[in-house]
T-cell receptor, first 113, second 116 residues
Framework: NAGVTQTPKFQVLKTGQSMTLQCAQDMNHEYMSWYRQDPGMGLRLIHY???????DQGEVPNGYNVSRSTTEDFPLRLLSAAPSQTSVYFCASRKTGGATEAFFGQGTRLTVV | QQQVKQSPQSLIVQKGGISIINCAYE??????FPWYQQFPGKGPALLIAIRPDVSEKKEGRFTISFNKSAKQFSLHIMDSQPGDSATYFC???????????????FGKGTKLSVIP
């Protein structure tokens, strides 16, 4: 069981560069989401999707784009990286409908210099 | 607006002691309250969860107590062990209230250290 797979695990970017964080799940979950984790701030929702072709903004969407062309994949794009985007990013998936467990990837540690 | 408030931010407990972490929520539409455990360098993983139709749920050494009228819930770790040292997040979601219903709203986390 692969579950939720995130790549890369570590990344260093220069200010202004763009990149895509990859997330894939093999559980056929409809709901996928991206969080960022910063010290003392908990997990904050960036974007989420309730199915292929449907995405919406979370609490902290600025500077990030997402798309959902398939059920399995939910990439997160940083358009022009800023030092404030230095964080650990987690992708999660869960079934919709009722009280369901969210499965998290191992995270991507991003540093913007 | 923080919808789930978690305390304390950090907790140090002696081995064998009881660890207690508290959470409070405002949104009465929440009807699913999970706790997640996160070890350094790993993603959070579900530890235990409760629905509001029960006041307590126990799984091994871990117990959730739920007070619907006070809009509070807590995690109790009995006989705490050094291997329980991790960050714990409470969360809440609503299953039946529209497009945002599958979002999990997390507390800010509690870093638990269990010392031998």
């Amino acid at each position: 069981n692969a579950g939720v797979t995130q790549t890369p695990k570590f990344q260093v970017l220069k200010t202004g560069q763009s990149m895509t964080l990859q997330c894939a799940q093999d559980m056929n979950h409809e709901y996928m989401s991206w969080y960022r984790q910063d010290p003392g701030m908990g997990l904050r929702l960036i974007h989420y999707s309730v199915g292929a072709g449907i995405t919406d903004q979370g609490e902290v969407p600025n500077g990030y784009n997402v798309s959902r062309s398939t059920t399995e994949d939910f990439p997160l794009r940083l358009l022009s990286a800023a030092p404030s985007q230095t964080s650990v990013y987690f992708c999660a998936s869960r079934k919709t409908g009722g009280a369901t467990e969210a499965f998290f990837g191992q995270g991507t540690r991003l540093t913007v210099v | 607006q923080q919808q789930v408030k978690q305390s304390p931010q950090s907790l140090i407990v002696q081995k064998g002691g009881i660890s207690i972490i508290n959470c409070a929520y405002e949104n009465t539409a929440f009807d699913y309250f999970p706790w997640y455990q996160q070890f350094p360098g790993k993603g959070p993983a579900l530890l235990i969860a409760i629905r509001p139709d029960v006041s307590e749920k126990k799984e091994g050494r871990f117990t959730i107590s739920f007070n619907k009228s006070a809009k509070q819930f807590s995690l109790h770790i009995m006989d705490s062990q050094p291997g329980d040292s991790a960050t714990y997040f409470c969360a809440a979601s609503s299953a039946y209230s529209g497009a945002g219903s599958y979002q999990l709203t997390f507390g800010k986390g509690t870093k638990l250290s269990v010392i031998p």
